[in-house]
C-alpha cells in the first residue's frame, strides 16, 4: 500500500496574501506522479466548494521518494470563520493514480490569521482544525414540516 | 409506497401487457400480399355495460395466400379491440381499401391462418412505464437521499483527497429530473395544444363547404381529479362523391379551459338532426370541421410556456454548473469568487428605475387579469346554470389574485416612483478592506427634497441550504438562501438640513471580511440607503457592493 505525507516548512501555518508558501511531501510505493494542489474549500451548513488555485507536478515520481513544493499565495480568499459556512485554505499532495493523499491546513489572511465576521470564534478552534481530521460527511439536509 | 406501487402497476401491466406483447410479437410475423373483400366502418358501443359510450369499428375482411394455401382473415390488428372514438382514421382507411384492392398483412408463420393488417402500436408499451414515472416523482426525494447516503459511505470507506470533493460545483441530478420532467411537458403540452392545431389549421386553407347533417350534440360529464369536466359531444354526417362519412371534429384543437356555458350554448343552439355546413378536405374527404378556427385557451397556452421555461431553466442551471466546474480554477476562480479590481470610480443607480418597474408589473398584469377575469367570469356563468366548469374557477381565480398582486406591486413601485432615488459614486470603485473609500451621492427624479439621510454599510454571509419539507405527495426538498447580518457600519447620520447632494469618507475596519462570491456561499456587502423629507417619510434602497481584499 502507498503512503504519503506532507510538511509545511513554516510551522505557524499562517500565511499572508503573496507570501511564499513552500514544504515537501514524501511517499512510498511508485506512483505514475505525485500532484501537490494548493486550493481552498468551504465546510459548514453549504455544500462544500472546493477551489483549485494552483498545482504542483512532482516529475519522475516513481524514482523518487520526496518532493518539495513552493507557491506564491494569492490575494484571497482569506480564511474565514461564519456562523454557517468557514473557508478553509490547504495544500495536498495526492499520488495519482492510487489517489492516497495527505492534507496541510493554513489559514490565509490579511495578519496571517482567520478572519472571524461574526466575533464569535472560539479561540482553539484554529488550531484543532489543524490538528483534526477533516470532517467528510455531507450537510443533513434539514426537516422542516411533518418529519 | 411499495403496495402504492404494486396498486398502479398490476392493473396497467394486466390491461396493456398482453396487447403490447401481442404487437411486439407482430412484429416477427411473415409479411404478405392480401386482397380486400369488404371493408367497412360501423358505429357499436364501446362495450355491453356502457351502451351510451358509442365508438367506431372498423370490419375488413381479406385472403392471402401462405405457403400455397389460400386463407380468410378477419382480423384488422392485435389486440381486442379495432374500433376507434375518430371516425375520420376509420374512413380514411376504409377510402384507401375499398373491396378487391390489393394490399399487404403479416402472418404468423407458426400457425398461418393468423394474420392482421396492421401490426400492433409498440409506443403503448410506454404506458407500462407509466407507475415507474409516478413511482419515481413520488419517492424522487428517497431515492436520491438513499443515492447520496450510498455516494457518501463510498467516500467512507475509499475516501477522497478533498480537493476532489467539490460538491457545490457537482450535477444536481434533481435539478436535472426536474428540468427534462419540465421541457418534455412543455413540448408535449406545446405539440398537442398549441402546434398540432395550428399545423392542422394552415393546411386546411382550401376545405370544401358541404352540407352536413347533426346526429349528435350533447354535454357530457365525467369525474376528474379537479371535480366534474364536461366535453361537448358532436357527431355529424355528409356525403362526398356518393359516400357517406362521419366526423366528429368541431374545430382545430380542443382547449381544456373552453367554457362550459360555451358549450351548453353551442348544444343548446344546435339540435340533432339539424343540418348544418361543414367544412371538409377535398384531398381526404374523411376529415372535416364545423368551422375552421384553431381552439388554444390561455391556459393550455400558460402551462405549456410555463413548462417550457422552467425545464429550460433547469438545464441552463445544470449546463451552467458543468460549465463552472471545468472553467473555475486558477485566475479566473480568483476573478470569479472575489471579483475584478477596479480603481476608477463607479456610479450605482437604482436598476430597474421604480417606474419601469411599476410599468412592468403593470403590463403584466394585464393579460393575467384579463384571461383570468374572462374564465372566472364563465365559470360564474356556467355556476349559475348549475354545471360546475371547475378548471375555468380555478384558474380564472388564479389569474385574477396573480394580477391583483402584480396591481399592488406596481403601486408600490409607482409611488417610490413619485419620489427621488439616489444615484451614487464609489471610488475607488473597488474598495478594499482596511481603507476609506469615498462615497458620494446625489438625488435624482420629481420631489427632490429629502430631510433626513442614513446610510449604513452591511456585510451579510449567505449559504444556499437545501431544505426537506413535506409534500402533497411525499417529502421534496428544496435550496433556500439563508442570509445572516454579521456587520452593520454606519455611514451618514444625517436628522436634519438639505441632504441631496454629498460626500463622505468611508473608512472599512481591517478586521472585516471581503466580499466572497461561491457558488453555495457568500459573504456580500451592500450600502443601504434611507431617506425621506420629513420622519414621517421613509424611502429605502439597497446597492451591492464588492470589497476586496487589501493588497498586501
Not at chain 2, 360501423?42 to 375488413?60: C, D, G, I
Not at chain 2, 382550401?206 to 376528474?224: F, H, I, K, P
Not at chain 2, 458543468?322 to 456610479?347: D, E, F, K, M, V
Request: charged share 20%; proline share 6%; with cysteine.
Amino acid at each position: 500500500m502507498n503512503t504519503v505525507s506532507i510538511e509545511l516548512d513554516e510551522q505557524r501555518r499562517c500565511f499572508v496574501p503573496g507570501a511564499k508558501l513552500s514544504g515537501r511531501t514524501e511517499w512510498t510505493g511508485t506512483p505514475r506522479l505525485v500532484e501537490v494542489r494548493l486550493f481552498w474549500f468551504t465546510s459548514g451548513r453549504a455544500l462544500r466548494q472546493v477551489g483549485i488555485v494552483s498545482r504542483f507536478v512532482v516529475s519522475n515520481a516513481k524514482d523518487r521518494k520526496l518532493g518539495r513544493f513552493e507557491f506564491i499565495l494569492p490575494r484571497g480568499p482569506w480564511s474565514f470563520a461564519g456562523r454557517s459556512v468557514t473557508l478553509h485554505w490547504a495544500v495536498e499532495a495526492v499520488l495519482i493514480p492510487s489517489r492516497e493523499s495527505a492534507i496541510a491546513m493554513f489559514s490565509l489572511g490579511p495578519e496571517g490569521r482567520r478572519i472571524n465576521p461574526f466575533r464569535e470564534e472560539d479561540l482553539n478552534a484554529e488550531s484543532e482544525e489543524f490538528e483534526g481530521a477533516i470532517e467528510c460527511n455531507p450537510p443533513a439536509p434539514q426537516l422542516l414540516d411533518g418529519q | 409506497m411499495w403496495l402504492a406501487f404494486i396498486g398502479m402497476f398490476v392493473p396497467i401491466l394486466m390491461t396493456l401487457g398482453p396487447d403490447f406483447l401481442a404487437a411486439l410479437r407482430s412484429y416477427t410475423w411473415k409479411k404478405v400480399p392480401c386482397t380486400m373483400v369488404y371493408s367497412k366502418v360501423t358505429q357499436a358501443p364501446y362495450s355491453a355495460n356502457t351502451p351510451t359510450a358509442l365508438h367506431y369499428q372498423l370490419h375488413v375482411e381479406y385472403n392471402y395466400t401462405f405457403e400455397g394455401r389460400r386463407y380468410t382473415s378477419r382480423r384488422l390488428t392485435t389486440g381486442k379491440s379495432s374500433g376507434t372514438t375518430d371516425p375520420a382514421s376509420g374512413h380514411h382507411l376504409v377510402s384507401q381499401l375499398p373491396p378487391g384492392t390489393a394490399g399487404t398483412c403479416y402472418v404468423n408463420p407458426r400457425n398461418p391462418s393468423e394474420a392482421v393488417m396492421q401490426r400492433g402500436r409498440l409506443w403503448m408499451g410506454m404506458f407500462l412505464f407509466f407507475p415507474f414515472i409516478i413511482f419515481g416523482l413520488m419517492g424522487h426525494e428517497e431515492i436520491f437521499a438513499w443515492l447520496e447516503e450510498r455516494n457518501w459511505c463510498r467516500r467512507l470507506t475509499a475516501p477522497l483527497p478533498i480537493s476532489e470533493t467539490n460538491d457545490a460545483l457537482r450535477l444536481d441530478k434533481r435539478t436535472l429530473m426536474f428540468g427534462v420532467l419540465g421541457l418534455a411537458m412543455g413540448v408535449f403540452l406545446g405539440g398537442f395544444c398549441v402546434v398540432g392545431p395550428v399545423a392542422q389549421w394552415l393546411h386546411s386553407r382550401d376545405w370544401v363547404e358541404t352540407d352536413a347533417v347533426l346526429m349528435r350534440s350533447e354535454l357530457t360529464s365525467r369525474s376528474g381529479i379537479h371535480g366534474p369536466e364536461y366535453s361537448l359531444e358532436v357527431d355529424y354526417s355528409y356525403e362526398v362523391a356518393g359516400q357517406k362519412y362521419h366526423s366528429t371534429r368541431r374545430c382545430f384543437g380542443g382547449a381544456m379551459d373552453e367554457p362550459v356555458a360555451d358549450l351548453t350554448a353551442w348544444a343548446a343552439a344546435h339540435k340533432p338532426g339539424s343540418s348544418i355546413r361543414a367544412l371538409v378536405s377535398p384531398r381526404d374527404p374523411a376529415e372535416a370541421v364545423l368551422s375552421r378556427t384553431v381552439d388554444l385557451g390561455w391556459i393550455s397556452l400558460s402551462l405549456t410556456l410555463l413548462m417550457f421555461c422552467f425545464g429550460a431553466l433547469m438545464l441552463f442551471q445544470c449546463v451552467r454548473t458543468r460549465w463552472l466546474s471545468r472553467r473555475l480554477h486558477g485566475a479566473t476562480l480568483l476573478t470569479a469568487c472575489l471579483g475584478t479590481i477596479r480603481q476608477t470610480p463607479s456610479q450605482l443607480r437604482v436598476f430597474p428605475p421604480p417606474l419601469v418597474s411599476a410599468i412592468g408589473c403593470a403590463l403584466a398584469a394585464l393579460p393575467a387579469g384579463a384571461a383570468g377575469g374572462w374564465s372566472l367570469y364563465k365559470g360564474v356563468r356556467a355556476l349559475m346554470q348549475g354545471n360546475g366548469d371547475i378548471i375555468n374557477l380555478l384558474y380564472g381565480a388564479g389569474g385574477c389574485v396573480a394580477a391583483l398582486c402584480l396591481l399592488a406591486c406596481a403601486g408600490a413601485f409607482f409611488r417610490k416612483a413619485c419620489h427621488c432615488r439616489p444615484i451614487l459614486e464609489v471610488s475607488p470603485g473597488t474598495p478594499s478592506i482596511g481603507r476609506a473609500f469615498n462615497l458620494r451621492w446625489r438625488f435624482v427624479g420629481p420631489r427632490r427634497k429629502v430631510g433626513w439621510l442614513h446610510v449604513v454599510l452591511e456585510g451579510f454571509e449567505q449559504v444556499k441550504v437545501r431544505h426537506l419539507i413535506q409534500g402533497y405527495h411525499g417529502p421534496i426538498s428544496e435550496e433556500k438562501k439563508e442570509r445572516s447580518m454579521f456587520a452593520m457600519l454606519p455611514v451618514v447620520q444625517q436628522e436634519r438640513g438639505d441632504a441631496l447632494t454629498g460626500s463622505v469618507s468611508v473608512p472599512v475596519p481591517p478586521e472585516m471580511m471581503h466580499s466572497f462570491q461561491g457558488e453555495k456561499s457568500a459573504i456580500l456587502w451592500e450600502l443601504r440607503f434611507e431617506f425621506g423629507k420629513d420622519s414621517s417619510e421613509k424611502l429605502e434602497y439597497r446597492f451591492p457592493i464588492q470589497l476586496v481584499p487589501a493588497k498586501s
